[in-house]
T-cell receptor
Framework: AQKVTQAQTEISVVEKEDVTLDCVYE???????LFWYKQPPSGELVFLIR??????QNEISGRYSWNFQKSTSSFNFTITASQVVDSAVYFC????????????FGKGTRLSVIA | GAGVSQSPSNKVTEKGKDVELRCDPI?????LYWYRQSLGQGLEFLIYFQGNSAPDKSGLPSDRFSAERTGGSVSTLTIQRTQQEDSAVYLCASSLVFVSEAGANVLTFGAGSRLTVL
């Protein structure tokens, strides 16, 4: 079974629309970490956010926001007022056992923002 | 260095040949990771190093794959007798330590080595 599921393979939106990327994870550990990374067309993954399992506060950074819900094992990522530069593949990842396991990534969601 | 450096950026080889992929992590980073990204498959974990030691080799796809790290710095991923299914982008990442009091560390990735096996 996949530990990190990103059900949306590809999403296409028009510039200025809001878009939410879904991430569902699976773990039996009580202490774990969740991450989001962005992979632009250049190929190099860029870190966006790290969240530990004890911190369920939602986070906002500019146009980006993250909704962590332990009850549904989800860590969704919303981009508000999307821009063409947001076009990329976005990966959600999980590290279990208090961070003592290497990151396990989902298969990614390719986001295309059309001008 | 300022970032994680990987070489070659692009490698085309014939089936059956051996290839070596190199990763130079950020200076001072003790943890180093190798991932493989195949089309539509996301990132597949291969192996990680703490210093020169690899505690977990279970992600290596077959015994044709091996990796080493010397001097706590540069790492080499070797694929022997390459097969077409080995074609992928091989990504290297590093972090200051594997896990700290702050928890799981943030990985910094290189740009990857694209391997094409004909």
């Amino acid at each position: 079974a996949q530990k990190v599921t990103q059900a949306q393979t590809e999403i296409s939106v028009v510039e200025k629309e809001d878009v939410t990327l879904d991430c569902v994870y699976e773990t039996r550990d009580t202490t774990y970490y969740l991450f989001w990374y962005k992979q632009p067309p250049s190929g190099e993954l860029v870190f966006l956010i790290r969240r530990n399992s004890f911190d369920e506060q939602n986070e906002i950074s500019g146009r980006y926001s993250w909704n962590f819900q332990k009850s549904t094992s989800s860590f969704n990522f919303t981009i508000t007022a999307s821009q063409v530069v947001d076009s990329a593949v976005y990966f959600c990842a999980l590290s279990e056992a208090g961070g003592n396991t290497p990151l396990v990534f989902g298969k990614g969601t390719r986001l295309s923002v059309i001008a | 260095g300022a970032g994680v450096s990987q070489s070659p950026s692009n490698k085309v080889t014939e089936k059956g040949k051996d290839v070596e992929l190199r990763c130079d992590p950020i200076s001072g980073h003790t943890a180093l990771y190798w991932y493989r990204q195949s089309l539509g498959q996301g990132l597949e974990f291969l192996i990680y190093f703490q210093g020169n030691s690899a505690p977990d080799k279970s992600g290596l796809p077959s015994d044709r794959f091996s990796a080493e790290r010397t001097g706590g710095s540069v790492s080499t991923l070797t694929i022997q007798r390459t097969q077409q299914e080995d074609s992928a982008v091989y990504l290297c990442a590093s972090s200051l330590v594997f896990v700290s009091e702050a928890g799981a560390n943030v990985l910094t990735f290189g740009a990857g080595s694209r391997l094409t096996v004909l």
